[in-house]
């Protein structure tokens, strides 16, 4: 079979047999979905819990459908709890393979960090899912370790607290320990070290302790603040030498448990990975021979993720696998505490993008769409004694041909520079602006129309199509369901969940329903890398069209605002039953934000807001403005509203 080559956006007119695999190859779902998510060949995307073919394949057009018999309104998370449980077994399963391997002395510990979704249904399925590996949990606020005390029952796991520490903190960890935990304080600032022993002592139970090493090597992409010598977190080598001379002289070096480091998120180079794990493991070797007999080798979180499928060391991907992430901490470590004589060390990661990004994602419908230039249809006849710019814009439009397209769009955008400039001086009247605009985008539409058929067009027309491309207006905020997208440029795959059998004939951005300009999504993965366009089909009139924004498990879920008052949206809660006709069943259903629960936690008391414009209502009613039938429903419409979903509801 002859391989197909990547297929650049701006050339889909090209394709004249459109089939599955253009939709697989162009939105990339075989590189970032990691066998979790495939094209059927009916069109749809589909689902497969456990990665293999031909085990359970859940629809996602039947997930929809069966959301909607519930009354259940788009947006919509939707969480496959399989993919949760089958990337805690995967992470666990390959460090265990790794050690085994390499004749590794020590074991894995892993711990979930709760700060990447602290929802509680997505901790305790990862708890559930981690018990036969004594897979644990790490908290970084008194909240979190609040939760993972009663969360983490398992005597056999890890709780490991990181972040800055007050007294009730040291006191609830200490209370992990008192529990029969294995809780582990890891030591942020040299201070936090004598609040803790002193606390110990008071309260008469032994602290395991954690140093958190401010390690030089630093990482690339986003998050590279996170390492070097000008790091938030972590105490200097000369600290370190510190607390552990601290600890020896009260007879307490034994409470030294851990050596922690962390250099970032999603971290995309393989090579800082090793730097990372070299320096630290030459730093617990040196520890060691101090008499800091240390038991657990924690190398903190990191590990990134596919995001725009190119498989390289951008910002949005990762050179590397898990398997070549535990692979390069088991085999350097080995190699330096065998080099140094000291014992291997219990590996410890805090690997949360990795388990959490890809079980979760968002499903909306499409709204309508918005095209520059819409009002093709206005009246551009000439008329005497019109302005020359008018007359001249015209003429362009008719010498337009494919092979003056270029010369043609450099005098069309002259021109209209200098009707804006006439219309300021007033030389130009509102209708004869109106017909030159109107002009300018029907040419630039049929220049557009000639570059999609040039193998070799201009950079600047191909920015012209991109710039006109339409603007898909989707039930959600991103602020809400996707905030990395706005605060830090984060790619995430976007694409229909149908129709896929179909081609995609538009090339669309798409916008939310805020009120912001910045709600909007314009970058994407392609098969040559990050687009501004993504292709979309035609929407039909009345007739639901679906996308879904994927891989939003790791902090997306959870660090969502309430701009606009959106507020959270429903969930959906889906796992596998190969016995089921659709090979799966909807556990569990929690309802979004109504209006008024998120005005609520602005201060606003829903019951004040409804009796005031009820008074008003029946002000009006009084006065004759408002008939009596008339104000009893628009007090109803008003309480209603108060009491509905926040997100836009599609008429039938």
């Not at 409470?255 to 970032?264: D, S, T, W």
């Not at 990191?302 to 901490?329: E, F, Q």
């Amino acid at each position: 079979m002859k391989t197909q080559q990547p297929i650049r956006f701006h050339n889909l007119d090209a394709i004249t047999e459109w089939s599955t695999q253009h939709a697989d190859e162009i939105y990339q779902v075989s590189r970032w979905g990691e066998g979790y998510f495939q094209v059927s060949d009916k069109g749809d995307l589909c689902v497969s819990p456990n990665r293999k073919t031909a085990g359970p394949m859940i629809n996602m057009m039947e997930v929809v459908e069966e959301i909607k018999s519930k009354g259940i309104e788009f947006p919509a998370v939707i969480r496959f709890h399989d993919i949760l449980r089958s990337q805690v077994a995967m992470l666990n399963k390959t460090f265990r393979e790794t050690i085994e391997e390499a004749r590794f002395n020590g074991s894995y510990c892993g711990v979930y960090p709760i700060k990447v979704n602290q929802m509680r249904e997505v901790v305790e399925e990862i708890v559930d899912a981690g018990a036969p590996f004594n897979y644990g949990l790490e908290a970084g606020s008194k909240p979190e370790l609040i939760a993972a005390l009663a969360m983490n029952m398992n005597h056999n796991s890890l709780t490991v607290v990181n972040g800055y520490k007050d007294k009730d903190l040291l006191r609830l960890a200490l209370l992990g320990i008192q529990l029969g935990r294995k809780v582990i304080v890891v030591v942020e600032k040299y201070s936090e070290l004598t609040d803790l022993m002193k606390l110990s002592q008071e309260i008469g139970v032994e602290p395991m302790i954690g140093l958190r090493a401010k390690i030089s090597t630093k990482s690339s992409g986003k998050w590279a603040s996170s390492g070097g010598d000008y790091a938030k977190f972590g105490l200097t080598i000369t600290e370190i030498l510190q607390a552990v001379k601290y600890m020896k002289s009260i007879d307490k070096a034994h409470c030294l448990k851990l050596l922690h480091f962390h250099i970032g998120s999603q971290i995309p180079d393989i090579r800082t990975i090793k730097d990372s794990i070299n320096e630290g493991a030459r730093i617990y070797a040196k520890l060691w021979k101090e008499g800091a007999k240390l038991e657990f080798f924690d190398v903190g979180g990191g590990v990134g993720l596919n995001y725009d499928g190119t498989r390289s060391n951008s910002a949005s991907s990762t050179n590397y696998t898990i398997k070549d992430y535990c692979a390069d901490v088991v085999y350097i470590l080995k190699q330096i505490c065998d080099l140094e004589d000291v014992p291997h060390p219990n590996i410890v990661s805090e690997s949360g993008r990795a388990i959490t990004a890809h079980h979760s994602c968002m499903v909306t419908n499409v709204f309508g769409a918005l095209e520059i230039g819409e009002a093709s249809n206005f009246n551009t006849d000439k008329i005497i004694n019109e302005n020359i710019l008018v007359t001249n814009m015209r003429d362009l439009s008719i010498e337009l041909t494919e092979k003056n397209y270029q010369e043609v769009y450099n005098d069309a955008t002259k021109l209209k520079e200098e009707s804006i400039s006439a219309f300021k001086l007033g030389i130009l009247t509102l209708d004869e602006r109106a017909k030159l605009e109107t002009l300018y985008w029907q040419i630039c539409k049929k220049i557009v129309g000639s570059a999609s058929r040039d193998e070799y067009a201009p950079d600047e027309i191909l920015h012209l199509k991109s710039q006109m491309a339409h603007q898909y207006l989707c039930n959600f905020s991103i602020f809400q369901s996707a905030p990395d997208t706005w605060a830090i440029g984060q790619i995430l795959p976007v694409m229909p969940i149908h129709k896929l059998n179909e081609k995609p004939t538009e090339l669309c951005t798409l916008v939310d329903i805020t009120c912001d300009s910045d709600g909007k999504i314009d970058n994407f993965l392609s098969a040559d890398g990050p687009t501004n366009t993504v292709p979309m089909h035609k929407l039909v009139k009345d007739e639901d069209y679906y996308i879904g924004l994927f891989m939003t498990g790791a902090y997306q879920d959870i660090m969502g605002d309430n701009h606009n008052c959106f507020g959270r949206l429903n969930e959906v809660h889906v796992f596998m039953d190969d016995d089921d006709p659709t090979d799966f069943y909807i556990e569990e259903v929690i309802m979004g934000n109504k209006a008024s629960t998120v005005l609520s936690t602005l201060q606003y008391n829903p019951e004040t807001l409804a009796q005031t414009v009820k008074y008003a209502i029946d002000t009006q009613v009084k006065r004759g403005k408002i008939r009596p039938r008339e104000g009893v429903g628009l007090t109803d419409f008003y309480e209603n509203c108060l009491k509905s979903y926040t997100y836009l509801k599609k008429e039938k």
